[in-house]
T-cell receptor, first 116, second 111 residues
């Protein structure tokens, strides 16, 4: 049973380009979470999705950022018109169906985005 | 405000010694979780303790939770060089479904 798979592991984009980060949850998991980690910082919550639904996007910047978790395929975090401040490690986590209070989240290895 | 503040920010010990890290939080929680992150890698889940639990053990790890003081501690006994990593506590706050992380404690275990 493969863990949470994120790709690419490293992504370099020029300012103004688009960045697409992919996350395949663990088999059987229906909850996906995206977090961002700046250097020397802890993880900051961005968005929580279930299949075809955004449950909580309170941590997502209002502009340029979007996320989806389609019925088929991986979850995608999309950053349009990237700026240098978007450079960070982006982590995806997944958890199984059921109440989040009773389950642990499993994290992927992250995508390190560098904007040049 | 920042939930789950770890203390100390950095800890340096010798192999074989015990390492204790503390975490404080501000609001009511459902559970508290500890994670380890090796440099440049993803997070590894270590242990989850629910709000109605006071202590949990897993191998060389011991976690305590004091909800009256809104604090938790992670004890690693008989540390090894391989324990060198950053350790984060994360809280699942009441009424929410997502984790709130602290900034972490960097642990260095020297051979």
């Amino acid at each position: 049973n493969a863990g949470v798979m994120q790709n690419p592991r490293h992504l370099v984009r020029r300012r103004g380009q688009e960045a697409r980060l992919r996350c395949s949850p663990m088999k059987g998991h229906s909850h996906v979470y995206w977090y961002r980690q700046l250097p020397e910082e802890g993880l900051k919550f961005m968005v929580y999705l279930q299949k075809e639904n955004i449950i909580d996007e309170s941590g997502m910047p209002k502009e340029r950022f979007s996320a989806e978790f389609p019925k088929e395929g991986p979850s995608i975090l999309r950053i349009q018109q990237v700026v240098r401040g978007d450079s960070a490690a982006y982590f995806c986590a997944s958890s199984p169906p059921g109440r989040p209070q009773n389950t642990e989240a499993f994290f992927g290895q992250g995508t390190r985005l560098t904007v040049v | 405000s920042q939930q789950g503040e770890e203390d100390p920010q950095a800890l340096s010990i010798q192999e074989g010694e015990n390492a204790t890290m503390n975490c404080s939080y501000k609001t009511s929680i459902n559970n508290l979780q500890w994670y380890r992150q090796n440099s440049g890698r993803g997070l590894v889940h270590l242990i989850l303790i629910r709000s109605n639990e006071r202590e949990k053990h897993s191998g060389r790890l011991r976690v305590t939770l004091d909800t009256s003081k809104k604090s938790s501690s992670l004890l690693i006994t008989a540390s090894r060089a391989a324990d060198t990593a950053s350790y984060f506590c994360a809280t699942l706050n009441s009424g929410y479904s997502t984790l709130t992380f602290g900034k972490g404690t960097m642990l260095l275990v020297s051979p």
